[in-house]
């Protein structure tokens, strides 16, 4: 029976380009001809832009003086934000790579997040222990508005303006005891999560406080939601088409559900520590990243935690996991500098050929 089933796996795609770590990343949103975007962190302060089917280089950001510790495109895929631990976040031109904003901290920033309904709203965290939320239309300088207007001299005539974190709104003074690694922002945007040490904790914006909190297994290594396009969503996926939490702490996984991403679906306990997790919602996979010493990430059935796959790509932690927004492929970024792209559908797409193994490693330089 084992001899006449197909290979389990299509050869990755292998996007070179950074020089140190991946500790992040994540895709854009779908456009309206299918296509998307992947955008990548990296400690050699060089956040990159991807063409999300292929890995093909597109742009760097050129503009930090620290390691990039996460990067996120806005839901309309227009502005990408980046946060670093040269003690500022920063908002760039996605089509032309320049800076538009300097969200300026008092300490490294590792989490940056946008609304997922309004591009211009950006929430941040880090080694401050402080969750901001930045209005970026109540800061648009003139230049930049005036660029944008005038289509010939925009190249030249955008200037950046540098923010001060005083300008932002904090939620939730004096909860966090330790650094935010990671902030969320529900589908409820009322609802933003942050993820500090072993505890997440959601906060209701219009009060700043504390609605729900979650002491997990361990330090939490990856919290992001998994979410497919509208077009690609149905009400028999996990989570109901909703956006699903998935998290990665100590030993476990866990993943939330609901529209303020607060009702438990399932946790998993494994037998390594878990350095990130994502989550297929209509294939009913979960892809999970080891932590050190592990190079590996491996796939299970959501239903039964049976092991489907392993993947021994990488050459360092898998730091972290994203599926596409059409839910055809995923991405793995790690300690080993690189980004493999793994398909996840049957048939022809982006690079693959269709059969098995019908894909050569592409570098992104």
Known sequence: MAATEAPRQYVPLTCHGHSRPVPHLSFSPLEKDDSYYLISACKDGNPMLRDGQTGDWIGTFIGHKGAVWQARLSPDAATAATASADFTAKIWDTHTGELLYTLQHDHIVRAVVYSPNNSDLVATGGMEKKLRIFDLAEMNPKSA???????????????????????????????HTASIKF??????????????????????????????????????GSCEFCTLAPDYTSKTDIGGGLPVLAVAAGKSIYFWGGPRAMDELKRSKMGYK??????????????????IPATWARVYRWDDDTEIDIHKGHH?????????????????GSEDGTIKMWKNCEGFYGLWRGGAGGATERNAE
């Open 274 to 291: 878990v350095a990130s997790v994502a989550l297929d919602p209509k294939g009913r996979k979960i892809v999970v990243g080891e932590d």
């Open 145 to 175: 508005t005036d660029a944008a207007s005038n289509g010939t001299n925009a190249d030249t005539a955008v200037v950046s303006s540098t923010i001060p974190a005083s300008m932002g709104f904090e939620i939730g003074a004096g909860v």
């Open 316 to 332: 360092g932690p898998v730091w972290s996991v994203a599926f596409s927004p059409d839910g055809k492929l995923y991405a793995t």
């Open 183 to 220: 902030v969320v922002w529900t589908k409820d945007p009322r609802i933003l999560i942050t993820a500090s040490d072993n505890t997440l904790r959601w906060f209701d914006v219009p009060t700043r406080s504390v609605v729900k909190q979650e002491v997990l297994d361990g330090e939490i």
